[in-house]
């Protein structure tokens, strides 16, 4: 991906950590890359909020339903909540990764 690839000359050009607020990312295969190569990056996106507004629940894996009966203001706080727990997982995850390698 030519956003990674740009983000790891940027990362590896600068002498101190750097830290990137990406936008936009929002499919759990975009994310997952994303927090594997960078877990201290800040994602934003406007997914979660759209599908709210759109009378959709978002479920794990970040995988979207309708849920007509569900007031927008409910759908808007859990998709919010479920992107945000997708994307801590992730970086849990990476960051354990990265705690195992130094350690080998």
Not at 11 to 20: E, G, T
Not at 46 to 58: C, E, F, N, Q
Request: with cysteine.
């Amino acid at each position: 991906d030519r956003l990674l690839g740009g983000m790891k000359v940027l990362r590896d050009a600068v002498p101190r950590p750097v830290r990137f607020l990406v936008t936009g990312c929002a499919t759990p295969d975009k994310l997952e890359h994303l927090f594997a190569e960078f877990p201290s990056a800040t994602v934003a996106s406007t997914k979660p909020v759209m599908k709210a507004l759109m009378g959709h629940a978002t479920g794990p894996g970040l995988r979207h339903s309708a849920a007509w009966s569900t007031k927008r203001e409910l759908l808007l706080e859990q998709n919010i909540a479920r992107y945000v727990a997708f994307c801590q997982a992730l970086r849990r995850a990476a960051n354990q990764e990265t705690l195992s390698r130094s350690v080998a």
